[in-house]
């Protein structure tokens, strides 16, 4: 059967991409590697750096503050050098409810369960640092899911196959999650992690 869900990039955004990013290095604050995948994907051979923050934030009501709020910390975490420095942080919505990584198996059906046969909002928040430049520029980009509705035994197959568990969700869209969607609406590359269109339109308003 034929992937529903293929990472691709546009070559005229990868072009401007490399205009934009110039012999600028970069550094990835983060530990994903579906993240350093989509940039080497576009051309980018990122430096990684694995934050080290606490993804629990309390008193941020709004889903999109609290992802940008951590992409902000991840960024903060990293050291302040000439290099153009991205940190982002991928949340799933639904009701108004943050669902994060599953501790355990269990919390993976739970949160499984509670996906099937809805449609749901997913965010990657960008944060990013020009340089030696104190500011930190931050956006968002939404796109929607829509699952199937799935039965216990799908649900407890997809678990035992241990790819729910560190992703946000308790899904990989590029992966065997790609069974569990009915429908999306917007960019995949968000969805994954990493929406670089966001980056680049990011890119234009730093560069001025």
């Known amino acids: 059967m034929a992937r529903r869900f293929t990472l691709h990039i546009d070559e005229d955004l990868k072009v401007e991409l490399h205009r934009l990013i110039g012999n600028q290095r970069v550094t990835l604050a983060s530990g994903s590697p579906r993240r350093k995948q989509i940039l080497k994907l576009a051309g980018i051979d990122a430096k990684v750096i694995v934050p080290s923050i606490r993804e629990d934030l309390n008193g941020i009501e709004s889903p999109r ?24 942080d991928t949340i799933v919505v639904l009701d108004d409810k943050i669902l994060g990584k599953p501790v355990d198996n269990l919390d993976a059906r739970r949160i499984l369960r509670f996906l099937s046969g809805r449609r749901h909002w997913v965010m990657t928040a960008l944060a990013v640092r020009n340089g030696g430049s104190d500011k930190v520029h931050t956006d968002g980009e939404r796109s929607y899911v829509t699952f199937n509705d799935l039965k216990v035994a799908d649900i407890k ?52």
């Open 157 to 208: 197959c997809y678990v035992d196959s241990g790819e729910p568990m560190d992703k946000a969700g308790a899904y990989g869209i590029q992966g065997m999650g790609e069974l569990l969607v009915q429908k999306l609406e917007g960019s995949l590359l968000n969805v994954i992690g990493f929406p670089i269109e966001l980056f680049v339109r990011m890119l234009r308003e730093i560069r001025g």
């Open 65 to 88: 503050d609290y992802a940008i709020a951590l992409a902000e910390q991840k960024l903060g975490s990293a050291p302040v050098d000439d290099s153009l420095t991205i940190a982002a």
